[in-house]
């Protein structure tokens, strides 16, 4: 669910994918589960939902893990 139509765009796919690439642009280098420890206490973001997002950014190439298993941006 890329683009839903008929519901929140708080579900899809692309909003939470802003959602955590917001949080990278604050915080260049984090791990996994601390991305989605802040992302959650501020979004309410599910896990489901988080590692969908997160994999949409890693197959886009815009997000990758680094050697230290530390997600950052593509440059």
Known sequence: ???PKDINPEFSI???????LEQLNKKHNIDI??????????????????MLSLDWLFLS???VVNERGEIELCS
């Open 1 to 3: 669910m890329l683009l």
């Open 14 to 20: 692309y909003y939470n994918g802003a959602v955590i």
């Open 33 to 50: 589960m601390s991305l989605f420890k802040k992302i959650k206490e501020e979004h309410g973001m599910s896990l489901s939902t988080y």
């Open 61 to 63: 190439n815009i997000a």
